[in-house]
């Protein structure tokens, strides 16, 4: 069974950058779609964004576009988001996600997540 494990989350001001990682254990993961989600305080979990099994295709929810970066590294069974910009509605536990049943928000298995806090 994969393993997933984020890591990289902590405490950071508005404007301040942060970046996940999320190593996955297994000899498939160069064949798999990722995906990070967050869910902040008494909300449900969303999608935040996702990126193809060989990395040429990535998808974003709109209030990430153009501050958040999802990039992976196959040689290293590694997924990772790039947090730039960072905003107080930016907190939440970020997951990392795999087993996609449909491109490109929907995955069956996440990781523990870790939490990210963005003071204002």
């Known amino acids: 069974q994969v393993q997933l494990v984020e890591s990289g989350g902590g405490l950071a001001r508005a404007g301040d950058s942060l970046r996940l990682s999320c190593a996955v254990s297994g000899r498939t993961f160069s064949s798999k779609h990722m995906g990070w989600f967050r869910q902040a305080p008494g909300k449900e979990r969303e999608f935040v964004a996702s990126?193809?099994?060989?990395?040429?295709?990535?998808a974003y929810v709109d209030s990430v576009k153009g501050r958040f970066t999802i990039s992976r590294d196959n040689a290293k069974n590694t997924v990772y988001l790039q947090m730039n910009s960072l905003k107080p509605e930016d907190t939440a536990i970020y997951y990392c996600a795999t087993d996609i049943s449909r491109w490109p928000d929907r995955f069956n298995s996440w990781g523990q997540g870790t939490q990210v806090t963005v003071s204002s």
């Open positions: 990126i193809s099994s060989n990395g040429d295709n990535t």
